[in-house]
């Protein structure tokens, strides 16, 4: 009988996919380099980001 979690399937006991996952990011919002004008010009910004993260299976039974 195979049952799906929020991160991977289990079929009799074994899972299917990893058990562990980690995600950071990092966001810089700033005014516009140049100024296309007061008021409209205003109302937009500049998005920088950063997105990592990773998806594996830890094995406890193995630290060395």
């Known amino acids: 009988m195979c049952v799906v979690y929020i991160i ?8 299917l996919g990893a058990n562990a996952y980690w995600s950071t990011a990092f966001h ?7 100024r296309p004008g007061r008021g409209f010009g205003d109302l937009f910004r500049t998005h920088f980001f950063v997105n990592a993260g990773n998806l594996s299976t830890v094995n406890f039974g193995k630290l060395y």
């Open 8 to 15: 991977t399937a289990c079929c009799s006991g074994c899972a």
């Open 28 to 34: 810089v919002y700033t005014p516009l380099p140049f």
